[in-house]
Nanobody, 110 residues
Framework: QVQLVESGGGLVQAGESLRLSCAAS??????MGWYRQPPGKQRELVAT???????NYASSVKDRFTITRDNVKNTVYLQMNSLKPEDTGVYYC??????WGQGTQVTVSS
């Protein structure tokens, strides 16, 4: 049973950066990624990365966020730069097909 544990959320001001980490117990040889749920809205895709390093981003975060992974450490990262208030939400780590972390809060103040 794979478990995902996120860390790195917090409160920052607009324009600042945060780095999220997601450590997977057990094998993580699957596509992994990050989703987020803004207040009062549905969960949405942020970025994914295949085991081979192919990435995909939501248009709203492209050029600001970078997803990477370390297959030796079974860890995926999300570097978030130039944060905006609309990036506020609970960020969830995900592993294909349907494994989710508990979520970590990211709050960006204006």
């Amino acid at each position: 049973q794979v478990q995902l544990v996120e860390s790195g959320g917090g409160l920052v001001q607009a324009g600042e950066s945060l780095r999220l980490s997601c450590a997977a117990s057990g094998s993580s040889i699957r596509t992994m990624g990050w989703y987020r749920q803004p207040p009062g809205k549905q969960r949405e895709l942020v970025a994914t990365i295949t085991n081979g390093g192919v990435t995909n981003y939501a248009s709203s975060v492209k050029d600001r966020f970078t997803i990477t992974r370390d297959n030796v450490k079974n860890t995926v990262y999300l570097q978030m730069n130039s944060l905006k208030p609309e990036d506020t939400g609970v960020y969830y780590c995900w592993r294909a097909v349907a494994v989710w972390g508990q979520g970590t809060q990211v709050t960006v103040s204006s």
